[in-house]
Nanobody, 127 residues
Framework: QVQLVESGGGLVQPGGSLRLSCVAS????????IGWFREGPGEGPGRPRE????????????YYVDRVRGRFTGSRDNAKKTVYLQMDRLKPEDTGVYYC????????????????WGQGTQVTVSS
């Protein structure tokens, strides 16, 4: 079982930047990409997790949803078993809990195609 740990979240003003990290216990052939998802603010279970980006493990190529393309950039460091999400020009609507998850489908934006999930890191964009 692959374990993922996210970090790097925090409180930032609109227009600011954060870099999220997702450290994996191992990079294996069981998955080919890391997906990033955002769970919006609110209470109660069952809140949807919307896709943000998918980062290829093999070459670091990134796939982004329209609302973050041009502002977010993914990368990976295989030696550190870490995938990053650089988030620039942050907006209040980027607020939420960010999760990383493994998938064998590079470019997938579907939560059900992601198997192992981290515990999430909170990002709050507010003045």
């Amino acid at each position: 079982q692959v374990q993922l740990v996210e970090s790097g979240g925090g409180l930032v003003q609109p227009g600011g930047s954060l870099r999220l990290s997702c450290v994996a216990s191992e990079f294996t052939s069981d998955y080919r990409a890391i997906g990033w998802f955002r769970e919006g603010p609110g209470e109660g279970p069952g809140r949807p997790r919307e896709a943000v980006a998918s980062i290829s493990i093999s070459d670091g190529s990134g796939y982004y949803v329209d609302r973050v393309r041009g502002r977010f950039t993914g990368s990976r460091d295989n030696a550190k078993k870490t995938v990053y999400l650089q988030m620039d020009r942050l907006k209040p609507e980027d607020t939420g809990v960010y999760y990383c998850a493994t998938t064998h489908v590079v470019g997938s934006f579907y939560p059900h195609e992601h198997r192992y999930w981290g515990q999430g890191t909170q990002v709050t964009v507010s003045s």
